[in-house]
């Protein structure tokens, strides 16, 4: 009999409750408790975004809708959900997983973008339990330039443009997360990969020019990954643009650094420079981002063999 399979689909994670901010701010930490006062900013930024992050409800209704997608073409197995910084944390579900009789897994993390300071985070916690509890695990490590999400964030880029006064004369800005500017002295494809995907979205959605900006650096004490977002709309203000189109090539969802870093803090200074900022929408459940994982997926498993 043909061992038993499931898919394991992992996400950030958020704090459930306000109350839980210090505990997922220290989970992030790697375990240190960041100071009150930084605690307390986040919880402020969690509040501003309506108390809680959409994204744990999100990542729920991807898995669901991919579950159903993977069914109607004949492959009928779960599809489970874990989280790096939050409960369900991935060693406890992939524990789970065990118990329910899966042998055989593709895990994916719902980043499409590697770096060995964030993806390879999900992929050593899936793996350490996998081997564990003797599951079979491929990875699908990166897959920042699959066609399905490339044309899927150039549909979202062109329903933002559609929705500027002069959409020509709007400049697009793709952002992605921030790293520690330390990754590039290990050859990190994280830069890369991101140039990469940015190439393509802007080639299929036939951008005359685009920029790329980082944003939601973290204040470590170290320098970040730039230009940052909030110094990229400055720049533009002095070029004298007047419409921005912020397209978030790096993240799948709706969450707090979609919410609050681009919705709330870059669109506060847009509005003080005088610049209207429109933002593509989120890929979320919607049916072409998850055909694309659906196709990744399916893609893993017909691979021989288990890395
Ligand atoms: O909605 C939510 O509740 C969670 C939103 C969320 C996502 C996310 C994605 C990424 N992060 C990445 C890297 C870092 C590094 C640090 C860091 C810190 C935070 C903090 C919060 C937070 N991140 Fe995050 N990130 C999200 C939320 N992130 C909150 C802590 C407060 C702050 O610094 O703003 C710094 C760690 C440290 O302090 O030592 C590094 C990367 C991604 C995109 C890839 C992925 O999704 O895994 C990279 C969503």
């Excluded at 779960?78 to 055989?104: C, S, W």
């Excluded at 990229?232 to 707090?256: I, N, S, T, W, Y």
Aim: glycine share 6%; hydrophobic share 45%; net charge neutral.
């Amino acid at each position: 009999m043909a061992a038993r399979q499931a898919v394991l689909l992992m996400a950030y994670g958020s704090p459930q409750t306000l109350d839980d901010v210090g505990t997922y701010f220290t989970h992030i930490r790697g375990g240190r408790t960041p100071p009150a006062e930084q605690i307390e900013e986040l919880r402020e930024r969690y509040r501003r975004i309506g108390g809680t992050s959409p994204l744990r409800a999100i990542t729920a209704r991807q898995a669901e809708a991919l579950q159903q997608t993977l069914a109607r073409q004949g492959m009928g197995i779960p599809v489970y959900t874990a989280m790096k910084h939050a409960p369900p944390f991935i060693a406890d579900v992939v524990g789970v997983m065990a118990a329910e009789g899966i042998r055989d897994a593709v895990a994916l993390a719902l980043a499409p973008h590697y770096s060995r300071l964030s993806v390879a985070g999900y992929f050593s916690a899936a793996r350490e339990a996998a081997a564990a509890h003797g599951i079979a695990l491929r990875a699908v490590e990166s897959w920042h330039d699959h066609p399905g999400f490339i044309a899927a964030l150039a549909a979202r880029l062109r329903r933002a443009l559609a929705r500027c006064a002069s959409p020509e004369e709007a400049e697009v800005v793709f952002t992605a997360h921030s790293l520690p500017e330390r990754i590039r002295t290990w050859d990190d494809p994280y830069p890369v990969q991101l140039m990469r995907t940015c190439d393509l979205v802007a080639a299929l959605a036939t951008l005359p020019s685009w920029r790329l900006a980082y944003q939601s650096a973290s204040h470590t004490g170290e320098p970040w990954l730039g230009p940052d977002l909030l110094a990229v709309l400055r720049a533009l203000a002095a070029e004298g643009r007047r419409q921005v189109v912020v397209c978030p090539v790096g993240f799948v969802a709706d969450h707090l650094e979609v919410l609050y870093d681009i919705d709330v803090e870059a669109r506060e200074v847009a509005a003080s420079l005088g610049l209207r900022l429109e933002r593509a929408p989120s890929l979320n459940a919607e049916p072409d981002f998850i055909a694309a994982l659906a196709d990744l997926i399916t893609r893993a498993f017909r691979e021989e063999g288990a890395r």
